[in-house]
């Protein structure tokens, strides 16, 4: 056996020096104008901490919403950062952020880390925060039914090479029968009632958007009710278009299943909730489809065990993230040490999901330690039946997880 003091460094050193491949996130470059959130203020009033508030104060709905974005930010300082210690995932990671970027936190005055931003550039800043954080290329999320942002795809904005595009579809899918409006006033015409013709339109639409986008990938998020064939819409456009589609143009549809939007209306984006889905729907759309490519997070930690043998099952799969709520230390630790149990070097174990440029830098440092503890004890084992480690097998797995497989994934070919 090989002692715990070469395997421990190398697992260490190969996940902190090798940049990421984010593949998926809610950042936007510079020139994306107001969609490119980053900041104090910004990251103060990220929906998970807007949640925690409101529940740690009682604050009234209505009061809460009512207040500016800066007065908001400056209630969730008092109220989770002054009045409580900032124990939660979400509070620690702004704790992570102001010190790594060399803040005071000794000092607990918000007016001065404002202060500090205001001082910044954006695109500046994104290269502070992408060397910090040591990531390479974020994906982001890309929906051309929101009117923001299709104003500005239809400028052809300049391409920063850092941010890739994702083309995301939820209403296209989700929506029928209004949907079927919103493509007609963009010229496509395609009926509510999915009569003969509309899929046609829909296929044309979304050749449309990826030869304006350039998307790695097209990608939805699904509820826990989703099924899949299901005598719906859904099962129509998935089978009619949306698969033909990226079959031909070798894009991976990506489904992030588990979501109930809106339980509680009353939070708005933070009112989101979660269940256990039904893994046979997943199997089921990858063994119909086996010229397809599919990406899955899930967002239970029920469908995890499930989803990590789906896997197994699908070469035509790709595993990735603890998406959302679980991305948390405890959830991290347990999903990826089953991962690489059942997978081993064949998935993604992370995904940032940052809506904020600066959480970049707590995410990615987060999940890093727990990748590399994980990673380390499984190289410890593997050392402790007879296998002689070394530290090139150590950092191509760093990479393969952080990066690599992801990258191989979108390259390959379905034979
Ligand atoms: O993680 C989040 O911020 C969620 O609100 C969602 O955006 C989710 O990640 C999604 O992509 O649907
Ligand atoms: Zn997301």
């Known amino acids: 056996m090989q002692f715990a003091d ?8 190969a996940v902190a020096s090798t940049p990421v491949y984010d593949l998926h996130t809610h950042l936007y470059p510079a020139n994306f104008g107001k969609l490119m959130l980053w900041g104090i203020d910004e990251l103060l009033t990220y929906h998970y901490l807007i949640g925690e508030s409101i529940r740690a104060t009682g604050i009234a709905y209505e009061k809460f919403w009512a ?32 010190h790594r970027l060399g803040l005071d936190l000794g000092s607990k005055n918000l007016e001065e880390y404002r202060a500090y931003f205001r001082a910044l550039k954006p695109a500046d800043y994104i290269d502070t925060v992408l060397r910090i954080a040591n990531v390479r290329s974020v994906v982001m999320t890309n929906d051309p039914l929101d009117p923001v942002e299709r ?9 920063d090479p850092r941010f890739q595009a994702v083309l995301r579809i939820d209403p296209l899918l989700l929506g029928w029968p209004e949907v079927g409006q919103s493509l007609g006033t963009l010229g496509y015409d395609a009926a509510n009632d999915l009569r003969a013709g509309s899929m046609a339109e829909i296929r044309r639409f979304l050749n449309d958007w990826i030869d304006r986008m350039g998307p790695l990938y097209v990608a939805v998020s699904l509820p826990p009710t989703w099924r899949y064939p299901h005598s719906d819409a859904c099962t129509r456009v998935l089978d009619e278009a949306i698969l033909p589609i990226c079959r031909e143009r070798n894009l991976p549809f990506a489904m992030m299943i588990g979501v109930t939007r809106q339980a509680n209306p009353n939070m708005r984006l933070a009112g989101d909730s979660l269940a256990k889905a039904a893994v046979g729907n997943l199997e089921r759309i990858c063994a119909a489809n ?40 405890s959830l991290i630790e347990e999903i990826t040490r089953m991962r690489i149990e059942l997978l081993g070097p064949s998935f993604t174990p992370q995904h940032s999901d940052c809506r904020v440029l600066d959480q970049l830098i707590y995410k990615w440092d987060h999940s890093r330690r727990i990748i ?26 760093a990479d393969a997880y952080l990066a690599g497989n992801f990258e191989r994934f979108l390259a390959r070919e379905i034979a």
């Open 290 to 329: 086996s010229k397809n490519k599919f990406m899955c997070t899930m967002l239970s930690r029920e469908n995890q065990h499930e989803l990590a043998v789906a896997g197994r099952l699908f070469p035509n799969l790709f595993v990735f993230g603890c998406w959302w709520y679980l991305n948390n230390p």
């Open 151 to 159: 104003d500005i795809w239809m400028k052809n904005p300049a391409r």
């Open 67 to 98: 207040m500016s974005q800066a007065r908001q930010a400056e209630f969730i300082w008092q109220a989770l950062f002054i009045e409580r210690a900032p124990i939660s995932e979400a509070c620690r990671g702004i704790v992570t952020v102001l």
């Open 372 to 397: 590399s503890k994980v990673l380390t004890d499984k190289f410890h084992d593997l050392s402790a039946a007879g296998w002689k480690v070394t530290r090139d097998e150590v950092y191509q797995t």
């Open 6 to 13: 070469t395997i421990a460094p190398w697992v260490d050193e």
